[in-house]
């Protein structure tokens, strides 16, 4: 499968100068977004000494003026090396524009869509809590532990959350107060690093528009790590397990392939399932086709083993326990809502759906045109093209999210993830699509004269107009989806101190605010729990205390060890869950306080050091959510008997809504 490729550029500086220039009127155009909210807050400002929450009008505003800015800037650079053709290169002007246009696009969106909280994206609901939880854990320690359990290693990729909470430390600030700069940092970089690999196998501005879009089309500053390898992962298979490649660019090598491949495992894993049927898938098809292989199996082989040694912090520690013989939790066979895990498919009822069903489009085209030539000019000879490898992962995607569906019960393949990825390369196909007819039309319009000419040129206007209808469309609802919502959540979430940000409290319904934790101010603040904490035993919890709580602000903002995590799918995969809340259920099946403070210090898990409790009419209580795969999750109450938590086994201080209880 083909697609026509320009001449290349095997001049590495244009590279660079584009980067640089890229980043420089990015950050500009960030700044300008952050001075326009500033400006904003001296006219109108919020309730005491925090900033206003930023309304509708003033979002638009500020990140209309940044992209202004930008565009304006960006004209001047192009204009002054016209100008000064001396200077070497041809000059930087639509590439720069493109890429800095998508990152304050995103960063300022961001930007204006938190200004007024210090929370990052989602706050502390749902995986906001675990991630912030992570953070706190290595601003604490620069060892890969377990964010969750004392003495176990770290399980989830621990690359971007140790970052996070090192710079914390360096700062001297706390952990979660870091996850809001780093989100827009990566809203800032993400269209940047994605172009450094779509380069390499798009040629010219496709790849700059290729890397934009994708980055829009998928934004999730919630999970940065996941989205940064989202965008990073489809150009890098493309070179690597297809082979397509722009003629003239640099080699890198299977040592090099290798230390991204490690570096992007050490961020998130998933993609690589879905992926490694797509390789598969496309060198059967190699051997069907009777055609070079990809990829090699000796520069493959290099690249997965360095890979595996780079990416040994993240695996490395859970297999020394399986090895050990420790035991093992199902904990990861997380239930599909009603909905989700049903494939997305390109349907153009929406912007997005336009984009990705000109994708399909364009996809079909290649394919039949490559049936009737040999010839394939994106890559290496007897390599098929950047469509071809679109096209087989588009369609290992989707055998995998089907047939993970099917075979659910019992695999922990997590399908539903898949349609991401699935979106990731339909958005892809549909900018090459887009750009595909653009360059046939403007053939065509230099191949006619006279009146055909003039018919040619009013099509080329409505397609263009057209397009950036769709694209602005697209783009506000891409924003809304992945930044405007989640953020909504940081707006009303309670800080540590017990304040709260420029939104005020969490509305009742959605339910926005951190489990275990009710909406309102009502309840005691982390703060007001801590200061109890240091009243019952003259210090303040921390690393080396053991916690029994649902609360997820508590271990997402101090340092504890919780005993049991929440929620189920949080919790280790030797974290042995299930015994855990046995020991929990069993204590509170107690007659008496020396019967439940035995089983709580000596159990056969880890004893514990203190139980953070919620309170009702029915008297203390934990909630823990508990996955019940394949249907659906189910809340887990343990009660405790305030006769069971009495002197002298037990010290207890009451406050708001609980009550802090500590082992003696």
């Given at each position: 499968?083909?697609?026509?490729?320009?001449?290349?550029?095997?001049?590495?500086?244009g590279?660079?100068?584009?980067?640089a220039?890229?980043?420089?009127?990015?950050?500009l155009?960030?700044?300008?977004?952050?001075?326009?909210l500033?400006?904003?807050?001296?006219?109108?400002?919020?309730?005491?000494?925090?900033?206003?929450?930023?309304?509708?009008?003033?979002?638009?505003?500020?990140?209309?003026?940044?992209?202004?800015?930008?565009?304006?800037?960006?004209?001047?650079?192009?204009?002054?090396?016209?100008?000064?053709?001396?200077?070497?290169?041809?000059?930087?002007?639509?590439?720069?524009?493109?890429?800095?246009?998508a990152?304050?696009?995103?960063?300022?969106?961001?930007?204006?869509?938190?200004?007024?909280?210090?929370?990052?994206?989602?706050?502390?609901?749902?995986?906001?809590?675990?991630?912030?939880?992570?953070?706190?854990?290595?601003?604490?320690?620069?060892?890969?532990?377990?964010?969750?359990?004392?003495?176990?290693?770290?399980?989830?990729?621990?690359?971007?959350?140790?970052?996070q909470?090192?710079?914390?430390?360096?700062?001297?600030?706390?952990?979660?107060?870091?996850?809001?700069?780093?989100?827009?940092?990566?809203?800032?970089?993400?269209?940047?690093?994605?172009?450094?690999?779509?380069?390499?196998?798009?040629?010219?501005?496709?790849?700059?528009?290729?890397?934009?879009?994708?980055?829009?089309?998928?934004?999730?500053?919630?999970?940065?790590?996941?989205?940064?390898?989202?965008t990073?992962?489809?150009?890098?298979?493309?070179?690597?397990?297809?082979?397509?490649?722009?003629?003239?660019?640099?080699?890198?090598g299977?040592?090099?392939?290798?230390?991204?491949?490690?570096?992007l495992?050490?961020?998130?894993?998933?993609?690589f399932?879905p992926?490694?049927?797509?390789?598969?898938?496309?060198?059967?098809?190699?051997?069907?086709?009777?055609?070079?292989?990809?990829?090699?199996?000796?520069?493959?082989l290099?690249?997965?083993?360095?890979?595996?040694?780079?990416?040994?912090?993240?695996?490395?520690?859970?297999?020394?326990?399986?090895?050990?013989?420790?035991?093992?939790?199902?904990?990861?066979?997380?239930?599909?809502?009603?909905?989700?895990?049903?494939?997305?498919?390109?349907?153009?009822?929406?912007?997005?759906?336009?984009?990705?069903?000109?994708?399909?489009?364009?996809?079909l085209?290649?394919?039949?045109?490559?049936?009737?030539?040999?010839?394939?000019?994106?890559?290496?000879?007897?390599?098929?093209?950047?469509?071809?490898?679109?096209?087989?992962?588009?369609?290992?995607?989707?055998?995998?999210?089907?047939?993970?569906?099917?075979?659910?019960?019992?695999?922990?393949?997590?399908?539903?993830?898949?349609?991401?990825?699935?979106?990731?390369?339909?958005?892809?196909?549909?900018?090459?699509?887009?750009?595909?007819?653009?360059?046939?039309?403007?053939?065509?319009?230099?191949?006619?004269?006279?009146?055909?000419?003039?018919?040619?040129?009013?099509?080329?206007?409505?397609?263009?107009?057209?397009?950036?209808?769709?694209?602005?469309?697209?783009?506000?609802q891409?924003?809304h989806?992945?930044?405007?919502?989640?953020?909504?959540?940081?707006?009303?979430?309670?800080?540590?101190?017990?304040?709260?940000?420029?939104?005020?409290?969490?509305?009742?319904?959605?339910?926005?605010?951190?489990?275990?934790?009710?909406?309102?101010?009502s309840?005691?603040?982390?703060?007001?729990?801590?200061?109890?904490?240091?009243?019952?035993?003259?210090?303040?919890?921390?690393?080396?205390?053991?916690?029994?709580?649902?609360?997820?602000?508590?271990?997402?903002?101090?340092?504890?060890?919780?005993?049991?995590?929440?929620?189920?799918?949080?919790?280790?995969?030797?974290?042995?869950?299930?015994?855990?809340?046995?020991?929990?259920?069993?204590?509170?099946?107690?007659g008496?306080?020396?019967?439940?403070?035995?089983?709580?210090?000596?159990?056969?898990?880890e004893?514990?050091?203190?139980?953070?409790?919620?309170?009702?009419?029915?008297?203390?209580?934990?909630?823990?959510?508990?996955?019940?795969?394949?249907?659906?999750?189910?809340?887990?109450t343990?009660?405790?008997?305030?006769?069971?938590?009495?002197?002298?086994?037990?010290?207890?201080?009451?406050?708001?809504?609980?009550?802090?209880?500590?082992?003696?």
């Open positions: 499968m083909t697609s026509p490729v320009p001449s290349a550029e095997p001049d590495p500086r590279a660079r100068r584009v980067v220039v890229a980043t420089a009127l990015a950050v155009g960030w700044v300008a977004v952050w001075a326009v500033e400006v904003g807050d001296l006219l109108a400002p919020g309730r005491g000494d925090a900033d206003p929450q930023p309304t509708g009008t003033r979002v638009v505003v500020s990140v209309a003026l940044g992209l202004a800015l930008t565009a304006v800037v960006a004209a001047a650079v192009a204009r002054a090396r016209v100008r000064r053709p001396a200077s070497g290169g041809r000059p930087p002007a639509s590439e720069p524009l493109v890429l800095a246009g990152s304050v696009l995103l960063a300022g969106s961001g930007t204006a869509l938190l200004h007024g909280t210090r929370w990052g994206v989602d706050g502390l609901y749902s995986d906001a809590g675990f991630r912030t939880e992570a953070v706190t854990r290595f601003a604490d320690t620069a060892a890969l532990a377990d964010y969750a359990y004392r003495g176990l290693p770290a399980y989830y990729p621990p690359l971007l959350p140790w970052l909470g090192r710079a914390a430390d360096l700062l001297g600030v706390p952990g979660w107060t870091v996850m809001k700069p780093t989100q827009l940092l990566v809203c800032l970089l993400v269209p940047l690093l994605s172009w450094l690999l779509w380069r390499r196998v798009v040629p010219g501005r496709r790849a700059v528009w290729v890397a934009a879009v994708v980055a829009v089309a998928t934004v999730l500053p919630l999970k940065p790590d996941e989205w940064l390898v989202l990073l992962v489809v150009p890098w298979w493309l070179e690597v397990c297809r082979g397509v490649g722009v003629p003239g660019r640099a080699r890198v299977a040592v090099g392939h290798g230390l991204v491949l490690g570096g495992l050490l961020l998130h894993t998933y993609f399932a992926l490694a049927l797509a390789t598969a898938l496309g060198a059967a098809l190699d051997l069907a086709l009777r055609r070079r292989v990809h990829p090699r199996i000796g520069p493959g290099v690249t997965g083993l360095v890979a595996v040694v780079v990416a040994a912090p993240s695996w490395a520690g859970p297999a020394w326990l399986r090895l050990r013989g420790a035991a093992s939790d199902s904990l990861q066979l997380r239930w599909s809502p009603p909905g989700f895990d049903r494939p997305p498919l390109p349907w153009p009822t929406d912007p997005r759906g336009v984009l990705e069903a000109v994708g399909v489009l364009w996809l085209w290649a394919l039949a045109r490559s049936r009737a030539s040999t010839h394939h000019p994106a890559g290496t000879p007897g390599t098929p093209g950047v469509a071809g490898g679109l096209l087989v992962a588009l369609v290992a995607a989707y055998g995998f999210m089907v047939g993970g569906q099917l075979l659910q019960p019992g695999v922990a393949v997590l399908p539903e993830k898949s349609d991401e990825l699935v979106e990731a390369l339909l958005a892809s196909a549909g900018v090459l699509g887009v750009a595909e007819l653009a360059r046939a039309l403007l053939a065509r319009r230099h191949a006619r004269t006279g009146p055909a000419a003039v018919a040619v040129v009013a099509s080329v206007a409505a397609a263009a107009g057209m397009v950036a209808v769709l694209a602005v469309l697209a783009t506000v891409a924003v989806r992945g930044v405007e919502r989640p953020a909504a959540a940081a707006q009303h979430t309670r800080y540590p101190d017990g304040t709260l940000p420029a939104g005020g409290a969490v509305p009742p319904s959605p339910r926005w605010h951190a489990w275990g934790v009710e909406p309102g101010v309840g005691a603040s982390v703060a007001e729990v801590v200061a109890a904490w240091e009243r019952l035993t003259g210090r303040p919890p921390g690393s080396d205390d053991v916690v029994v709580s649902a609360r997820s602000d508590l271990p997402a903002t101090v340092p504890v060890h919780l005993f049991v995590p929440w929620k189920s799918i949080y919790s280790h995969p030797q974290g042995r869950f299930e015994d855990r809340l046995a020991v929990l259920e069993a204590a509170a099946r107690c008496t306080p020396a019967c439940a403070h035995r089983l709580l210090r000596d159990d056969a898990v004893p514990v050091d203190g139980l953070v409790l919620g309170r009702d009419e029915r008297g203390l209580h934990l909630s823990v959510a508990v996955d019940t795969f394949p249907d659906a999750w189910e809340r887990r343990v009660r405790f008997d305030d006769r069971l938590l009495a002197e002298p086994w037990f010290r207890t201080e009451e406050v708001a809504d609980g009550a802090v209880v500590v082992l003696r």
